[in-house]
């Protein structure tokens, strides 16, 4: 019986993952309209926002641990750092105890760039749960607080 609830949950969350990152957060359908730039944001690919996002949570960090954090291989991960680079978004910095190790640091216009995808995404989320009922906002949001406790055991 715990195995077909262990299959049975790791069925759906594998399947849940991608349906929030295409049908709830959405980002190429850009709702800028209280935002205070003027001019449209160009909406990177999910695996550059993923490397921002989490140097914007966590700091810098070595390329070896943007890897693991993003399961993508460092061939992978040096095309998507270089891109970002280019964009002024990240930049490359050795290791001051260990010069073989290069970490990666957000730019200040990383962000304000991160910062700017993170309110895009709220706003457009918020335009899909404004059409939920009271009924469904409740359960939906006591069921993602439950769920975020649960995953937080499983650190």
Sequence with gaps: MRNNLVDA???NLITFLPMMLKKVIRLDTVYIKN???TAPIKILPLN???VLGILHEEGGLPISKLCKKLTISSPQMTIVIDKLVDLNLVYRVHNEQDRRTININITEKGEEY????L?????NLKNKLINLSSEDLL???NSIEITKSIFKKLE
């Design 114 to 117: 991160s910062l700017e995808i």
């Design 139 to 141: 359960v939906l949001l």
């Design 35 to 37: 935002l205070p730039h």
């Design 9 to 11: 949950l790791a069925e």
């Design 119 to 123: 309110e895009i995404a709220k706003e």
């Design 48 to 50: 550059q926002l993923m």
